[in-house]
């Protein structure tokens, strides 16, 4: 029965395996474990992250993902600076707390400028009360040093895989796609200070139930303070999109995520974990479903409508024709519908990080 490991308070690889494996009445009690341990330890609210996509230019070359450098059926864009700091005030004027910058990866020192000066702005013009959260690969620690000190104070980079043969199926093996670099980039960005988050595909090609459970344990093992974790989608224009047959069927990959964020919620329970939204092109209330399985965070697209579709990492994104006013009231909505409040105009730090640093100093 699994109601005798979904109440214990530490856990080995093996009770991990079987919440991941709950079904019917199992994944139920789960479930509600995962939830009633969020109440607990964080509360009801849920956390919201204006995320602006803004540029689709990257010199990377993932097997997943549609904006890969060699993908030449993606249009390229790059948002201004202006349009940048517009979004970020429309984040900070909606009462959102917290803003999100995302792109492809790029590593120069004009891009470096460019960010610090956009983090310097935007903290001037939202006289400092939005947190900003980054997301912009793997980068030098002196660059991710000078972003903090330019007022970053959360950083995402997910490991896609703690395994390190599944990480090489799934990029090229060559130096820009190196394992231990994206592992030491995390070391670097929990040493500066940052808020470090990081997070997994689920339901990869070659991946099995050890391996997620390993994920889990990478994240406990490495204190992370936030999580973003969604399942795997495939891109027609991407090499591993074209091997669809070693594939779950989506629907098995969505719940395979619910447990997984479920899971993570009772191994690691004051950390922040944010409803992707790759959730949200499986099912259409799947970021809702989440909050109610120990999600915390929901990061609405704030990106402008037009260039929405040219961010494209996966197949059915959800959203691609909206403006961000419309997001809103949709999602304050549904929100609502899962139980849980919005903490509008809170930074909605991570609680586990808050410990952290305490038990550091100590
Ligand atoms: N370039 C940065 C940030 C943008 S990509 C970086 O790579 O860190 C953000 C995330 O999108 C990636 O970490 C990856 O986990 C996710 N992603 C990319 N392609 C995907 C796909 N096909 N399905 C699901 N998630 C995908
Ligand atoms: Fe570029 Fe990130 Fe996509 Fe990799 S996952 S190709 S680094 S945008």
Redesign the pocket.
């Known amino acids: 029965m699994l109601e005798s490991i979904i109440n214990k308070t530490s856990f080995i690889k093996e009770d991990i395996v079987a919440m991941l494996s709950a079904q019917g009445d199992d994944q139920k009690a789960l479930f509600a474990k995962a939830k009633e341990i969020k109440e607990q330890e964080i509360g009801k609210k849920v956390y919201y992250r204006g995320l602006v ?1 803004f540029s689709n230019i ?1 010199e ?1 070359n ?1 097997l ?4 890969r450098k060699d993908n030449e059926n993606v249009e390229r864009f790059n948002l201004s600076d202006d349009a940048i700091i517009e979004a970020a005030k429309f984040a900070h004027k909606s009462n959102y707390g917290s803003f999100v910058m ?4 790029i590593m120069s020192p004009a891009f470096t400028n460019r960010i610090e000066n956009l983090l310097l702005t935007i903290k001037k013009e939202t006289n400092d009360e939005l947190g900003i959260t980054i ?4 980068q030098t620690e002196e660059t991710y040093q000078r972003w903090f000190n330019a007022g970053a104070h959360r950083y ?3 490991i ?1 895989s703690s395994s390190s043969d599944l990480y090489y199926k799934i990029h090229p093996e060559d130096k820009k796609h190196d394992f231990e670099s994206r592992l030491a980039c995390l070391k670097s960005l929990q040493k500066i200070g940052y808020q470090t988050g990081t ?3 689920i339901g990869l090609p070659y991946q099995t139930l050890d391996d997620l459970a390993n994920d889990i344990l990478f994240m406990r093992n490495f204190d992370i303070d936030m999580v ?8 027609p224009d ?1 090499p ?2 074209k091997h669809n047959e070693e594939l779950m069927p989506l629907i098995e990959r969505f719940n395979l995520a619910l447990r997984m964020i479920a899971t993570l919620r009772i191994v690691m329970r004051d950390i922040n974990i944010a409803a ?1 939204t ?1 959730l949200q ?1 499986i099912d259409p209330i799947g970021r809702e479903k989440a909050v109610k399985v120990g999600a915390n965070i929901i990061m609405p697209n704030i990106t402008p409508g037009m260039y929405r579709n040219n961010y494209k ?3 059915n994104k959800p959203c691609v024709d909206e403006e961000p006013q419309d997001c809103i009231t949709c999602l304050d909505i549904r929100i609502k519908l899962a139980d849980a409040s919005i903490g509008y105009g809170e930074w909605g730090d991570s609680k586990h990080f808050a410990r952290r640093r305490v038990t550091s100093i100590k």
């Open positions: 996509e990257c990377k993932c997943y993902c549609g904006i995302q792109s492809g990866e997301s912009l690969g793997e995402l980079l997910r896609e997070g997994v595909m973003g974790m969604g399942p795997y989608i495939e891109h991407t591993l999109g992707a790759a092109a990492l996966y197949n």
